[in-house]
């Protein structure tokens, strides 16, 4: 990012720098980044997973402007942002166990099909790398 100082600044100091946020908009998704569909809770996925400020503007092609107002809002609102994304996560959560759970069979079925015709020698194969792979996992 163009400062590494600001960026520092921002995440480390009491308070945000005073600074006017043009990127944050709440929308019916939850917190966003003005004219997009990405959600600071995705940002906030990457912080967590320890990515890199530099990373993440270049995953989400943010510019660095956008990348600071970003960080300046989370700082600036952290508690409400903290529990905001934790309601995401739970939400998020409930729906995969949901779709999981009402698919199951569905991927049972799936799964017991036969190889497409031609397949048979490839999917020979990839059953043999798979269950290798377990082997050699179970014995470390």
Not at 47 to 72: P, V
Request: no cysteine; charged share 40%.
């Amino acid at each position: 990012l163009r400062s590494r100082q600001l960026i520092d600044a921002l995440t480390l100091r009491e308070g945000p720098l005073p600074r006017e946020n043009k990127t944050v908009v709440r929308t019916t998704r939850g917190l966003t980044v003005k004219g997009t569909r990405l959600t600071l809770y995705s940002i906030m996925d990457e912080i967590k997973d320890d990515n890199s400020f530099k990373n993440i503007r270049d995953i989400y092609e943010l510019t660095d402007e956008e990348m600071l107002d970003l960080l300046d809002y989370i700082h600036l609102h952290r508690k409400e942002v903290e529990a905001e994304y934790q309601e995401v996560v739970r939400r998020a959560e409930e729906e995969r166990k949901y779709w999981e759970e009402r698919n199951r069979e569905r991927f049972a079925e799936i799964a017991n099909l036969p190889p497409p015709p031609g397949k048979e020698e490839l999917v020979a194969k990839l059953k043999a790398h798979k269950k290798a792979r377990i082997e050699a996992e179970l014995k470390n």
